[in-house]
């Protein structure tokens, strides 16, 4: 559908998910614009007791005074202008774009990391930049048109989160310009489309026949783990050193890789708390013989 004007935008729907979906909702609202209904994913169990916990767009919304749900098909049934989607985590039924226009704010420079973890998915491949799009929803994964895209370099030491909010930030000013001004005319998206799949566990254990380089940036998306005397050590912070000894071996703070070395800032052994990697090494005293596996 054709994305009205402008001045003919004040009512919109907004579906989206997680926490950085929440920057742009109260970027729309503090602009001005009305949003008859929120669409998010269903409630979660969480923590030890299983109590179910909305979503982070969910309570902010709810925070904000705004009706929200879960059914998705509730949209056909509200009187709006025009769809926002931020990370709302599933495909668009034809059915509703054919009576609603929507764009999406995505984390990736499309087609490149078409998917579910495009942040996660640039920094484990090590690409040097990523961007933005501001683009067209269809019924495809990620496949509508462009209205707006820009680049960022990424930092070699730059984590998930610090990536993620920068993005953010420029996705909301896409966004709130986009309405102010007009989305104008889209472009069709050039190149070989990839896909950026969930990160499993399975891929944020280390492995220490990887190159230094490699490890550095499963650690930086976050939830990376290895084994110590077998039991799960999480690593969330590391620096990537000029050193070489065989995969696994610890000396002080610095663990061997494949090639290079990383040193240890901050871990977390299983059942206790982050904290400093030295810490963690004075209590636990690692031997000649052990091995991060």
């Not at 509730?74 to 009576?99: M, N, T």
């Not at 990536?163 to 104008?184: F, K, N, S, T």
């Not at 620096?239 to 901050?266: F, K, P, W």
Request: hydrophobic share 40%.
């Amino acid at each position: 559908m054709t994305i009205p004007p402008p001045a003919e935008i004040r009512r919109i729907a907004y579906l989206g998910t997680p926490e950085l979906a929440v920057p742009p909702l109260t970027a729309l609202v503090e602009a001005g614009y009305e949003i008859p209904l929120v669409v998010t994913r269903p409630d979660t169990r969480r923590g030890r007791g299983g109590d179910h916990q909305p979503s982070p767009v969910k309570a902010a919304a709810l925070a904000l005074g705004l009706r929200v749900s879960d059914d998705l098909s509730e949209l056909a049934h509200v009187d709006v202008d025009l769809g926002v989607v931020v990370a709302y985590g599933r495909i668009i039924p034809a059915s509703l774009l054919d009576r609603l226009p929507m764009v999406n704010i995505h984390f990736s420079l499309l087609p490149r990391w078409r998917g579910a973890a495009p942040v996660e998915r640039a920094i484990l491949a090590g690409d040097p930049t990523t961007g933005v799009c501001l683009m067209a929803v269809e019924e495809g994964l990620d496949t509508g048109a462009v209205y707006r895209r820009d680049e960022v370099a990424i930092d070699p030491d730059e984590t998930l989160d610090e990536l993620r909010g920068r993005l953010v930030d420029i996705g909301v000013a896409q966004l709130i310009e986009a309405m102010a001004d007009g989305l104008g005319r889209p472009t069709l998206q050039t190149g070989e489309p990839v896909h950026a799949a969930k990160i499993s566990a399975d891929e944020r254990r280390i492995d220490w026949s990887e190159p230094a380089v490699a490890v550095h940036r499963r650690v930086r998306v976050g939830g990376a783990w290895t084994t110590f005397r077998g039991k799960r050590l999480k690593i969330h912070r590391t620096t990537v050193v000029d050193h070489q000894g065989e995969a696994g071996e610890i000396v002080g703070l610095r663990v061997s890789a494949g090639e290079g070395s990383v040193d240890l800032i901050e871990v977390q052994p299983e059942g206790k708390a982050r904290q400093d990697a030295a810490a963690w090494r004075n209590g636990a005293q690692p031997t000649v013989d052990d091995r991060l596996i």
